[in-house]
C-alpha cells in the first residue's frame, strides 16, 4: 500500500534555529499538507498545498513557517527560528482528489520536533 | 466552520468487552467523517470515513462507525475489545466544497483491563 513518507523520525534544534522537516507524498497525490500535534493536545491544522501554492493555512500558520516543493517528489516545512512552543509531532498528509474531497487522504508517521 | 467534540477523553474497559467511542460534530451539511488511531509514538492510522451512503460504515480491525444525521453524531463501535486496541483514537470531520482541510476531536485514550 502507497505511503507518506517523513524525514527524520525525531529531530532535536536549539532555540532559535532554522529546521527543515520533510515529507515524500504518494506519487500520484495531488494535494500535500501539513498538520501538528503538541504532546497531548489535538491535531491541528497547519496549511494545505495544491499546484504549487498555498491553498489554505491556519493562524497557526504565521511567517515563520512555509512549505516548498522543490522537486517533483518532496514537500517541506520549514520553521525558520524555532521557539519552545513549536515542539510537537509534525504529520504531513496527501489525498489524490480534487479540493473539496478526500480520497485517498493519507498521513505520514510524523517526526517529533524537539526544541531546546 | 466546522468543529469536532470527543467527550470522553479517557475510556478503560475490560477485554473482551463492547466499545463505544462517542464523536459530535458541527457543520453546516454533510460532511466527510472519519475515524483515525495514534499508538503511543506513531503516527495516524485511518479506521474507517464515511463519504456518502450507507450511514453504518465498517473499518479496519474489527470497528464500525454509524452516522446519525439527526444527533451529529459518528460514534466508534467494536463489539469485542482485544488488548492490542489501547490507543488515542480522533474523530475528524472535513468540509465538503471548501477545501481539504480535516479538524480534529481532542482525542479519546483507551486502556484496556485483562
Known amino acids: 500500500e502507497p505511503e507518506v513518507t517523513q524525514t527524520p523520525s525525531h529531530q532535536v534544534t536549539q532555540m532559535g534555529q532554522e529546521v527543515i522537516l520533510r515529507c515524500v507524498p504518494i506519487s500520484n497525490h495531488l494535494y500535500f499538507y501539513w498538520y501538528r500535534q503538541i504532546l497531548g493536545q489535538k491535531v491541528e491544522f497547519l496549511v494545505s498545498?495544491?499546484?504549487?501554492?498555498?491553498?489554505?493555512k491556519s493562524e497557526i500558520f504565521d511567517d515563520q513557517f512555509s512549505v516548498e516543493r522543490p522537486d517533483g517528489s518532496n514537500f517541506t516545512l520549514k520553521i525558520r527560528s524555532t521557539k519552545l512552543e513549536d515542539s510537537a509531532m509534525y504529520f504531513c498528509?496527501?489525498?489524490?482528489?480534487?479540493?473539496?474531497?478526500?480520497?485517498?487522504?493519507?498521513f505520514g508517521s510524523g517526526t517529533r520536533l524537539t526544541v531546546v | 466552520a466546522q468543529s469536532v467534540t470527543q467527550p470522553d477523553i479517557h475510556i478503560t474497559v475490560s477485554e473482551g468487552a463492547s466499545l463505544e467511542l462517542r464523536c459530535n460534530y458541527s457543520?453546516?451539511?454533510?460532511?466527510?467523517l472519519f475515524w483515525y488511531v495514534q499508538s503511543p509514538g506513531q503516527g495516524l492510522q485511518l479506521l474507517l470515513k464515511?463519504?456518502?451512503?450507507?450511514?453504518l460504515v465498517q473499518g479496519i480491525k474489527g470497528f464500525e462507525a454509524e452516522f446519525k444525521r439527526s444527533q451529529s453524531s459518528f460514534n466508534l463501535r467494536k463489539p469485542s475489545v482485544h488488548w492490542s486496541d489501547a490507543a488515542e483514537y480522533f474523530c475528524a470531520v472535513g468540509a465538503r466544497n471548501a477545501g481539504n482541510m480535516l479538524t480534529f476531536g481532542g482525542g479519546t485514550r483507551l486502556m484496556v483491563k485483562p
Open positions: 457543520y453546516g451539511a454533510t460532511p466527510y
Open positions: 498528509a496527501s489525498s489524490e482528489a480534487l479540493r473539496g474531497d478526500y480520497y485517498g487522504y493519507t
Open positions: 498545498f495544491y499546484n504549487n501554492e498555498i491553498s489554505e
Open positions: 464515511y463519504f456518502s451512503g450507507d450511514t
